[in-house]
């Protein structure tokens, strides 16, 4: 046989540990998954799991999972990149293995906590050993703080490397949003019993995170993506990078306003967060012109079929999830009626999956690539490379379903609730009981059943791909030049 | 030679780029120093502790055109009045106490958490714990039982148990009615609120 293994000697030391990554990232991602058809299978039948494993619990490993995973996916990324791109070894790889160590023992730890212990006694020892209680953030006082000793090593890391070796205009903007996302984490860490100053400072977590430092970081990486798969122009792909990067902080930090306008904050985040939050998704289509646009430059002729379509897809569902979903209910008018109903969950589920899973899953198609020796993945993969097209298929039909079920019975909830009932409890549940909304969430259900089997596909096709093939990566654009030098 | 224009222009866009964000960054925290002076137990828009001393109800107000929080005569909760200190502890023990038992995971807070659940925000004044006098009591049998105590509203959804103590409940009623007090610009609106006597 000579089929092709996944050989780790194909990698530098950074890779290697980004394979790591990506393997803890692929499990996250299961688990997210499953707690998801969980928890909404509890919203159909709530006595599943009542009082031994309950909605707050599958809800919070869901969400935590999604974070986490993420989170692993983008490190494992810059892990991946950060060799080539500075031209040099990484500065502290036997450091940076034990943070992944620590980093996963910490979040296994805190998982079964969450799962075996979930609550404790309203006190302080709660906070710092069992939960936070703060949606997204619910990791304990204690793992917060292994989490910045291991972000520390990790940026330190990253900075030292590209000090070493050579600085790009990617690196830099990467470096520098690497300080922000880190320090925005920290406002989430502080107890207070007053609400509207938690909630203030969560959001700069929440919102500063996916609305501006994550963005950011995707869009280093889209870059470093779109240079590596279809051999686009350096200083072309920078130049649009310092454009986003404009645009993008320039409407998402102050965007942040719109999650101020209810919470006991002053008046004029009315206009301010409206009026910011409206331009936010600017960037985004610009960032679909870039891609689509690279994309129809070179032909579509690239490296890495899978990967290219998964960047797209990533273009694309930015666009959607977070750009129209979140416009939709981003002036404080409609947002009066749809704070807090199912419009949100719509809007956070196309968003998250559209802007950071898909670009995500397009490197881990890169990485496997090079893992077995810089294999062919154009076009006419083995069996027409079914695996990946229907995995891409199911996953963002599935999410996609999803988003418009749940919009559907968050129409359905605003109307009833907000706009008919007077925002009581009973108009909560009058709304909760009705049959369309109901229906949304069957149809929420059978949708993320589709969204699970796109994800077992994927899984396999990873597994998978490339094993019998016996041709070797078609180098494209730039990059079949030697050396390319800006 | 071509020299680009100045839209094409990396170092154009790396200046703006850096600029922009400096520039926003700058706004936003000036914000957050006005906003967290505003938002401040204590302030107009944050009630003291406190207030869980007395009356909160809600009035139309024309000029903002919406429903605002009002602070009225003393009515304090569970009978005894508290100081500034011994309220803040109360509601503090309540604030820890949704954190410790992930409330959030299901309810809303001002309108951020989870769906499965009703919002909180304005759970003190919520009409379906009917008359003012036994609304206390039955909060907190509610929150040391859910079980047994749930009204469902025609749906099999129902809180769990989560070992609420009765001292954790009485803190849990102090924060809901702190938190019913804060000026939310309207949100939710057209709250319909339990009927009071002597308002109105
Ligand atoms: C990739 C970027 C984005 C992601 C991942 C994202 C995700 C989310 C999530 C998960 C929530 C719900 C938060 C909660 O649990 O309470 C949310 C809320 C919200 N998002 Fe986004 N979002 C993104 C971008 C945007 C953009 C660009 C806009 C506006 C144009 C926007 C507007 C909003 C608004 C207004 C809310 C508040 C919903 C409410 O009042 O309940 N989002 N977002
Ligand atoms: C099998 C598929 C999935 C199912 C059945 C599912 C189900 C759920 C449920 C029931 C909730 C709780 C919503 C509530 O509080 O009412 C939730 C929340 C959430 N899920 Fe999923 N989910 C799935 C996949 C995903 C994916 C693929 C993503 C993103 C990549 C995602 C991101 C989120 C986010 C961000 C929230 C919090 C939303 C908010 O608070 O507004 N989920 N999901
Ligand atoms: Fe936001």
Known sequence: MNARTLD???????????????????????????????????????????????????????????????????????????????????????????????????????????????????????????????????????????????????????????????????????????????????????????????????????????????????????????????????????????????????????????????IGTPEYWLSIGGFFSALEPVPLVAMVVHAVYDSGVHKFKNSNHPALAWLIAHAFGNFFGAGVWGFMHTLPQINLYTHGTQWSASHGHLAFFGAYATINIAIFYMALQKWRGNVYMSAGLEGNGWKWKWALGLLNGGVVGMTIALLISGYDQAFIERALGGATWAAYFDAQNGVWFIQGLWWRQLFGFMTAAGLIILIWDLLTIGRNEKRSIQLVGDNTAAEVTS | MTTSPWWVDEDFWRKMAIWVTTLMALVLIGLTFDSVTQITAGSERVPAYSVINHRIYYRWDDSRNFQVPVIGDPAPLFGKSLTEIEAEALVSKGKITTQAKNCMNCHTLLGNGAYYAPDLTKAWLDPSWGAEVVREQLMIQFLMDPETNARGFGSTRKMPNLDITEEEARGVVAFLKWMSSIDTNGFPRNFTPIAQEGDR
């Open chain 1, 8 to 262: 780790s000697s194909h990698l530098t030391g950074g890779q290697k540990l980004a394979i790591k990554y990506f393997t803890v990232a692929v499990i996250l991602f299961t688990a997210q998954i499953l707690f998801g058809l969980i928890s909404g299978y509890q919203y159909l039948a709530p006595e599943f799991g009542y009082n031994v494993l309950d909605f707050n619990v599958t809800r919070m490993v869901h969400i935590n999972a999604l974070v986490l995973w993420l989170l692993y996916g983008f490190i494992g990324g810059i892990y991946w990149l950060v060799e080539e791109e500075s031209g040099t070894e990484l500065v502290g790889l036997r450091l940076a293995n034990f943070a992944f160590w620590l980093l996963t023992l910490a979040v296994t730890v805190v998982v079964l906590v969450f799962l075996f212990i979930q609550t404790g006694p309203g006190d302080m020892s709660t906070l710092w050993l069992i939960n936070e209680g703060r949606e997204y953030i619910e990791a304990p006082r204690w793992a917060d703080f292994g989490i910045v000793v291991c972000m520390l090593i990790f940026f330190w890391n990253i900075a030292a490397t590209f000090m070493k070796g050579k600085w790009s205009g990617i690196s830099g903007v990467l470096v520098l949003d690497l300080v922000a996302l880190a320090g925005v984490y920290l406002a989430g860490m502080v107890y207070t019993p007053n609400i509207s100053v938690d909630q203030y400072w969560w959001w700069w977590v929440i919102h500063l995170w996916v609305e501006a430092t994550w963005e950011v970081l995707v869009a280093c990486i889209m870059a470093w993506g779109l240079i590596k798969t279809l051999g686009a122009r350096r200083k072309i792909v920078t130049t649009w990078l310092y454009i986003e990067v404009a645009m993008m902080f320039g409407s998402g930090i102050l965007g942040l306003g719109h999650h101020y306008f209810w």
